[in-house]
Nanobody, 128 residues
Framework: QVTLVESGGGSVQAGGSLRLSCAVS????????MAWFRQVPGKRLIRVAS???????EYATSVQGRTTVSKDNTKNTLYLQMTNLKPEDTALYYC??????????????????????RGRGTQVTVAS
């Protein structure tokens, strides 16, 4: 069983920055796709960003230009650097990792159901 543990969330003022981390208990170098999702209570889960095993990244339009997803294979950690945060970025942020599930679905199009593992989330709250 692979575990993912998110950290780095918190409360910030609009315009501030946060870097989320996702520590994975397995080698992420062998993961074909990793991603960050976020969810507001009562609303659907939204994919924020993804990165595949070649390093290709993809971002939701709402965070494009303000967010960078990266990973450190030596630390088995996925990151999400967020800048110029807005109140609408307030959500519970989850990371997900895939190790071969649904290989016919491109990384940039995978929903959470297409990932093998997901963390429990870290809360981000942006005050106006």
């Amino acid at each position: 069983q692979v575990t993912l543990v998110e950290s780095g969330g918190g409360s910030v003022q609009a315009g501030g920055s946060l870097r989320l981390s996702c520590a994975v208990s397995a080698a992420i170098a062998t993961s074909d796709c990793m991603a960050w999702f976020r969810q507001v209570p009562g609303k659907r889960l939204i994919r924020v960003a993804s990165i595949d095993n070649s390093g290709t990244t993809e971002y939701a339009t709402s965070v494009q230009g303000r967010t960078t997803v990266s990973k450190d294979n030596t630390k088995n950690t996925l990151y999400l650097q967020m800048t110029n945060l807005k109140p609408e970025d307030t959500a519970l942020y989850y990371c997900a990792a895939n190790y071969g599930r649904d290989p016919y679905i491109p990384c940039a199009r995978k929903a959470t159901a297409h990932f093998d593992y997901r963390g429990r989330g870290t809360q981000v709250t942006v005050a106006s």
